[in-house]
């Protein structure tokens, strides 16, 4: 999490060192998913911003979605999941819009999302082993 903080607002490799002059901001759902898709696989500069934006920001959200449902002790479902991984995405891209620290994009909410469920299902998955093990044991 202390990583995924750092990325979002400080990394300057992102872009995140300098504020910007106004609002950055997409509202156009799947415009940078089909923008960058292009690239992705491509072993130059824009493959590289590819796929830090679109793998990266699944991958960042996967901690997560492990991390809640364990720390709850499975309390916590796939709704719920849904949800927190919606709440903490929709939190993070609000303060990029008013802090100006890079750009308010619909795509990186459902990317997030994408990535706190993955993680979610790897938890659900690894949980179910566990039990096995410990049945057949």
Known sequence: ???????VF?????????????????L???REIRRYGRFLGQFDTLGRIAFLNIIG???AFVPFGI????????????????????ALSLTIETV???????????????LNVVGAVAGYILFFIISCARKMI???G
């Open 1 to 7: 999490m202390v990583l995924l903080f750092y990325v």
């Open 10 to 26: 400080f990394a300057e490799s992102m872009g995140r060192a300098e504020i910007a002059s106004g609002y950055k901001y997409n």
């Open 28 to 30: 156009t759902f799947f």
């Open 57 to 59: 920001n699944v991958l």
């Open 67 to 86: 991390l809640v449902p364990w720390l709850s002790d499975g309390r916590v479902k796939f709704i719920g999941m849904l949800v927190y991984g919606f």
């Open 96 to 110: 990029q819009l008013v802090c100006k620290v890079g750009t308010f994009d619909v795509d990186d909410l459902f």
């Open 134 to 136: 410990k049945r057949k």
